[in-house]
Nanobody
Framework: VQLQASGGGLVQAGGSLRLSCAAS????????MGWFRQAPGKEREFVAS????????NYHNSVKGRFTISRDDAKNTVYLQMNFLKPEDTAVYYC?????????????????WGQGTLVTVSS
C-alpha cells in the first residue's frame, strides 16, 4: 500500500483544513487508518484513527471535538477534518495504514506510512 497525504497549508487560528490520504494498492478496505503528527523538536504523536470496518474511531484528547476522521473505501481515501485549529496543532501530519487493525494509537502497529503534509496555524 502506498499512501499520499495532501491538504496541508497555512491557516489562521480558529480556521479549518481537511487533510486527505489517498491509498494505492489492493484491499484498502482491510486497513485501519491513522493520522499522526510531528511538531518541530517533538516526537511524533497520535492524532486519530479509524478501524478497518470504519465502525470505530479514536482520538487524542487534545483534538477531541475539533477533528474528525472518516474514510471513503470507494475512493481508497481517509480524511481528517480539522476545525477550530490552534497554533499548537502546527506539525507535519502523516497518515498510516495497519492491516486489519483496530485503530491503534501506537505508531509501531502501522505497516505503511505516507510522506506527510505540513499544517501551519498562525496566531
Amino acid at each position: 500500500v502506498q499512501l499520499q497525504a495532501s491538504g496541508g497549508g497555512l491557516v489562521q487560528a480558529g480556521g479549518s483544513l481537511r487533510l486527505s490520504c489517498a491509498a494505492s494498492g489492493r484491499a484498502f478496505i482491510m486497513y485501519a487508518m491513522g493520522w499522526f503528527r510531528q511538531a518541530p523538536g517533538k516526537e511524533r504523536e497520535f492524532v486519530a484513527s479509524i478501524n478497518w470496518r470504519g465502525s470505530a474511531t479514536n482520538y487524542h484528547n487534545s483534538v477531541k471535538g475539533r477533528f474528525t476522521i472518516s474514510r471513503d473505501d470507494a475512493k481508497n481515501t481517509v480524511y481528517l477534518q480539522m476545525n477550530f485549529l490552534k497554533p499548537e496543532d502546527t506539525a507535519v501530519y502523516y497518515c498510516a495504514a495497519d492491516l486489519l487493525g483496530s485503530g491503534s494509537s501506537d505508531s509501531p502497529s502501522y505497516d505503511y506510512w505516507g510522506q506527510g503534509t505540513l499544517v501551519t496555524v498562525s496566531s
